[in-house]
């Protein structure tokens, strides 16, 4: 599977943005998805993640309530819907794959490359 993730930018406190990563590979829809997250300086952490069939999530207590993780298979994509976006969440943003069927927050095997998020107070 290979991923290609887009949607960053900069956005105000308070504001919105949705990433998109779409996916290539006939594997996407058995497949559970993850996005992640990386602060300079910072390590990479997790932020919420999908089951192949979109009817479980899993969510990091820091963007819970704010951010909505969610999936179309007939699109190969997945989405990060993000509301409320406070300057912590400034990041470079990752999504992933991971080919076991459980619903995890980490041993991902796929990665696509980032996209800059920018929150401004």
């Known amino acids: 599977v290979q991923l290609q993730a887009s949607g960053g930018g900069l956005v105000q406190a308070g504001g919105s943005l949705r990433l998109s990563c779409a996916a290539s590979?006939?594997?996407?829809?058995?497949?559970?998805m993850g996005w992640f997250r990386q602060a300079p300086g910072k390590e990479r952490e997790f932020v919420a993640a999908?089951?192949?069939?979109?009817?479980?999530?899993v969510y990091a207590d820091s963007v819970k309530g704010r951010f909505t993780i969610s999936r179309d298979n007939a699109k190969n994509t997945v989405y990060l819907q993000m509301n409320s976006l406070k300057p912590e969440d400034t990041a470079v943003y990752y999504c992933a794959g991971r080919r076991a069927a459980t619903l995890r927050t980490a041993d991902y095997d796929y990665w696509g490359q980032g996209t800059q998020v920018t929150v401004s107070s």
């Open positions: 999908i089951s192949w069939s979109g009817s479980n999530t």
């Open positions: 590979g006939r594997t996407f829809s058995s497949t559970v």
